[in-house]
């Protein structure tokens, strides 16, 4: 069984249809000159344990020259009010970031008043789009933690929005800097012919099943495939996902989801010239030196389209698991996120 849409329906289309036009990814935007330097960064979201990493590597007694002088010197605490797992972290991360110096405000107005640029590391997806929009009107260069939105009809407004305003906009999961990868995609192995990746994939019912966190293995597989996979097959059960891609020039890519047993980040690379396996996650500091480097000079690591897509097969994933596995063309996932934007932007 193979779900369809239509098949002259592309990504590009899908976009540029409410006026987004990818081939135009911001690179250095006209944002406005940053005061005090450009080194003030605010976060949005205090319900992560990413914004704790991020403060102590950042204000830390040791931070040095590798973050090239940028501190956080605001926050605004919300954040999920509804995602308990969340939520219940505020208060406790509140009090740590203040340690550190950090300045707690009590709206999103408020901090973009004190800030150059944003962090937006609320854990619920579910509100990043409004919180987002809040920033790009603001002219404010943004990072925004894994997931992008939690719809891919969100995530077409949200860079839509961010084209009209000339803002780049960043977002990306920490594992797409997995130790190994770099050397790879550098052709160690030669041309990338396939891949194969793995990592934890709690679920959380507020949001579509692979955006609360098998994104990172999807990251990660798409870091390696790069964009253009054209149907999705998902195999599900209590313990397991098993996703599995198949790109336009015949590539297949594939992404396991683990919920029971040894949890842990990694894959396995195929190339024309060797087969090469990598791992060893570890942790933000790769990450936190890509979002520095976007904040100083406005060009983006990740293009829109790749975080677009990553988005969209996951969708897709979730559409073959309804379907008893049944493969689904990302053009109806396109199709469809197209058609509920187009209604949202009226």
């Known amino acids: 069984m193979r779900i369809t849409g239509r098949r002259e329906f592309v990504v590009s289309s899908a976009l540029c249809g409410i006026g987004i036009g990818l081939a135009g990814t911001v690179a250095k935007a006209s944002t406005p000159e940053f005061k005090n330097g450009g080194k003030r960064i605010g976060i949005i979201g205090l319900d992560t344990s990413h914004c704790i990493a991020f403060t102590k590597a950042l204000n830390g007694s040791d931070a040095g020259e590798t973050y090239l002088g940028y501190k956080i010197v605001a926050a605004y605490p919300y954040g999920s009010r509804e995602i308990v797992s969340s939520s219940e972290r505020i208060p406790g991360y509140t009090e740590e970031v203040k340690k550190y110096g950090v300045e707690i405000v009590n709206s999103i107005d408020d901090l973009l008043d004190k800030v150059d640029a944003v962090m937006l590391e609320t854990n619920d997806g579910r509100l990043h789009l409004d919180q987002a929009l809040l920033v790009i009107k603001a002219g404010k260069r943004m990072f925004i933690d894994k997931p992008v939105t939690a719809s891919l009809a969100d995530a077409i407004l949200l860079y839509e929005a961010a084209q009209k305003h000339d803002v780049p906009v960043f977002s990306s999961s920490s594992p797409r800097y997995i130790s190994g990868m770099d050397e790879l995609l550098a052709g ?14 709690k679920l959380e019912k507020t949001h579509p099943d692979l955006f609360w966190y098998g994104i990172h293995g ?73 979002i520095i480097r976007f904040f100083d000079t406005g060009i983006v690591p990740v293009k829109p389209e790749e975080t677009l897509e990553i988005i969209a097969f996951m969708e897709a994933a979730d559409l073959s698991k309804v379907n008893n596995g049944a493969s689904v063309e990302l053009d109806l996932v396109w199709k469809r996120a197209h058609e509920i934007a187009s209604e949202q932007s009226k």
């Open 188 to 201: 160690k192995i030669g041309k990338i012919i396939g891949a194969e990746t793995y990592s934890p994939a």
């Open 218 to 290: 999807v990251e990660m597989l798409f870091t390696a495939m790069g964009t253009g996979c054209k149907s999705v097959v998902r195999i599900s059960n209590a313990d397991t996902d098993l996703v599995v891609g198949t790109w336009n020039d015949g590539r297949i890519g594939t992404f396991r989801g683990i919920r029971k047993g040894k949890l842990d980040y990694g894959g396995t690379i195929y190339g024309e010239k060797g087969i090469q396996s990598f791992g060893n996650y570890a942790g933000y500091d790769l990450l936190l030196i890509q």
